[in-house]
T-cell receptor, first 113, second 113 residues
Framework: AQSVAQPEDQVNVAEGNPLTVKCTYS??????LFWYVQYPNRGLQFLLK??????LVKGSYGFEAEFNKSQTSFHLKKPSALVSDSALYFC???????????FGAGTILRVKS | DGGITQSPKYLFRKEGQNVTLSCEQN?????MYWYRQDPGQGLRLIYY???????QKGDIAEGYSVSREKKESFPLTVTSAQKNPTAFYLC????????????FGQGTRLTVV
């Protein structure tokens, strides 16, 4: 069964600094990996996904993620954080055989001015 | 205006009552999902459906039931057997296939009174 780990409950970063939100996964076969963002009392918004090919994936709002197969990781990154990036971020994985989408516990990102 | 609509936004349930949460999508997606969100626990999968008239249990199906009589609709019933139903419930849909991202509704917050 697939699983996702987000090892940090919270990440704090100063505005203008680069940010990284970590994600590791476990899945049979080739993984499909996703990042979502959630603002308070709202649904999740899709940011980006990895399917195959280039290990650096670019997504919405200047976010990108780096896929590392040997480390089974898919870390979310942004070169310069904004206060408005403060939110709850979820990593998710789906295997290539089924349609079950599994999420991590989430990481709170706080960007301070 | 395409998307996923969850209703109601807030729902209050008395002890021992069954309640049904509505989820409708007009994205022509075959797959639909129900997740439960509790603080610090991320999103846990309750049920999912890949096609009309078929659905599978997720990780925490006990105390819940679903139906999928129409492609557009995937209602979730929280039964009296669910001992701790207070949570934020999220519905999502996607195309079938591992690489397809899921689109989320705005959620229903259920509170037991």
């Amino acid at each position: 069964a697939q699983s996702v780990a987000q090892p940090e409950d919270q990440v704090n970063v100063a505005e203008g600094n680069p940010l990284t939100v970590k994600c590791t996964y476990s899945v049979s076969g080739n993984p499909y990996l996703f990042w979502y963002v959630q603002y308070p009392n709202r649904g999740l918004q899709f940011l980006l996904k990895y399917i195959t090919g280039d290990n650096l994936v670019k997504g919405s709002y200047g976010f990108e993620a780096e896929f590392n197969k040997s480390q089974t990781s898919f870390h979310l990154k942004k070169p310069s954080a904004l206060v408005s990036d403060s939110a709850l971020y979820f990593c998710a994985v789906r295997d290539s055989y089924g349609n079950k989408l599994v999420f991590g516990a989430g990481t709170i990102l706080r960007v301070k001015s | 205006d395409g998307g996923i609509t969850q209703s109601p936004k807030y729902l209050f349930r008395k002890e021992g009552q069954n309640v049904t949460l509505s989820c409708e999508q007009n994205l022509n997606h075959d797959a639909m999902y129900w997740y439960r969100q509790d603080p610090g626990q991320g999103l846990r999968l309750i049920y999912y459906s890949q096609i009309v008239n078929d659905f599978q249990k997720g990780d925490i199906a006990e105390g819940y039931s679903v139906s999928r009589e129409k492609k557009e609709s995937f209602p979730l019933t929280v039964t009296s057997a669910q001992k701790n139903p207070t949570a934020f419930y999220l519905c999502a849909s996607s195309r079938t296939g591992g690489s397809s991202e899921a689109f989320f509704g705005q959620g229903t917050r259920l509170t037991v009174v």
